[in-house]
């Protein structure tokens, strides 16, 4: 079936490290895909997407390119902020009629003063 | 533009009682979908409409239901609540079919 794995957390860091979140995907198609972040006692917020290989999705620093070949869409940010502190969740969806986000399990971010 | 707004943000409720939450999504989206998220689970669907049809519905048991309205407002329904079904419910509008998602702040539920 179709699936997002992403690294277990949490993720520790300190203030302006590189940061690194894995995510990779099992699908029967090319789905859109997305990450996702949620803050303490908030909703999800939309960080960025991308619908098609090797598009690269940016925001806010942080930056995913969509890899075919590796069925991967891994997080990256160059500099971390303690304000980044969060859970990070990786997603896809079809183009289909399926019309619903399939999630990874979330990772959960710490970065440090 | 305002956001996807969902009532009410918290909710206590006992076993065996019915629960209705409310999602208002962001103008102009006609698609809304609804997930629970918990520790143990995490993320899961529930089910989406889109022009006041469902389209599609998640593996969940009958007590949960939903619908929307000519507005695109949706409410989702919970009956004889159980302790499982404490979670929280969250609701996202998309401005196309398997486009991206814009998640409300989410309803809090806990049954006792």
């Known amino acids: 079936g179709n699936s997002v794995t992403q690294m277990e957390g949490p993720v520790t860091l300190s203030e302006e490290a590189f940061l690194t979140i894995n995510c990779t995907y099992t699908?029967?198609?090319?789905?859109?895909l997305f990450w996702y972040v949620q803050y303490p006692g908030e909703g999800l917020q939309l960080l960025l997407k991308?619908?098609?290989?090797?598009d690269k999705g940016s925001n806010k620093g942080f930056e995913a390119t969509y890899r075919k070949e590796t069925t991967s869409f891994h997080l990256e940010k160059g500099s971390v902020q303690v304000s980044d502190s969060a859970v990070y969740f990786c997603a896809l969806i079809f183009q289909d009629s399926s019309y619903k986000l399939i999630f990874g399990s979330g990772t959960r971010l710490l970065v440090r003063p | 533009k305002a956001g996807v707004t969902q009532t009410p943000r918290y909710l206590i409720k006992t076993r065996g009682q019915q629960v209705t939450l409310s999602c208002s999504p962001i103008s102009g989206h006609r698609s809304v979908s609804w997930y629970q998220q918990t520790p143990g689970q995490g993320l899961q669907f529930l089910f989406e409409?889109?022009?006041?049809?469902?389209?599609n519905k998640g593996n969940f048991p009958g007590r949960f239901s939903g619908r929307q309205f000519s507005n695109s407002r949706s409410e989702m329904n919970v009956s004889t609540l159980e302790l499982g079904d404490s979670a929280l419910y969250l609701c996202a509008s998309s401005p196309r079919t398997a486009a991206e998602q814009y998640f409300g702040p989410g309803t809090r539920l806990t049954v006792t």
């Open positions: 991308a619908t098609k290989a090797d």
């Open positions: 409409y889109f022009s006041e049809t469902q389209r």
């Open positions: 699908a029967t198609g090319y789905p859109s």
